[in-house]
């Protein structure tokens, strides 16, 4: 699986940003698709996952009620809808592809995207 992450950007307080992942090399409907994010100085953390298989999808306690993990079946693409966005979501954002397991947990995924930077002013 090739993931390419694209979207991020510069952005005040309050703001919105969407974040894609663009898959190739395998069906969506067969893995996990996950965000994490690495502030400067931080481990990587998780931001928000989606079972194709299960339905289901998991957000971290911190971006809950802000971040809409969605997809396309048709692009092969998973979406990351950020809204009031805060300065502590500054980070650089990877998407990630498991084909299964724990979606919270980094080690879960074998295939990453390489990273796009999001910064929020305040």
């Known amino acids: 699986v090739q993931l390419q992450a694209s979207g991020g950007g510069l952005v005040q307080a309050g703001g919105s940003l969407r974040l894609s992942c663009a898959a190739s090399?395998?069906?969506?409907?067969?893995?996990?698709m996950g965000w994490f994010r690495q502030a400067p100085g931080k481990e990587r953390d998780f931001v928000a996952a989606?079972?194709?298989?299960?339905?289901?999808?998991y957000y971290a306690d911190s971006v809950k009620g802000r971040f809409t993990i969605s997809r396309d079946n048709a692009k092969n693409t998973v979406y990351l809808q950020m809204n009031s966005l805060k300065p502590e979501d500054t980070a650089v954002y990877y998407c990630a592809a498991a084909l299964g397991g724990p979606m919270a947990i980094t080690s879960t995924y074998k295939y990453w995207g390489q990273g796009t930077l999001v910064t929020v002013s305040s």
């Open positions: 989606f079972s194709w298989r299960i339905g289901s999808t």
């Open positions: 090399g395998r069906t969506l409907s067969s893995i996990v």
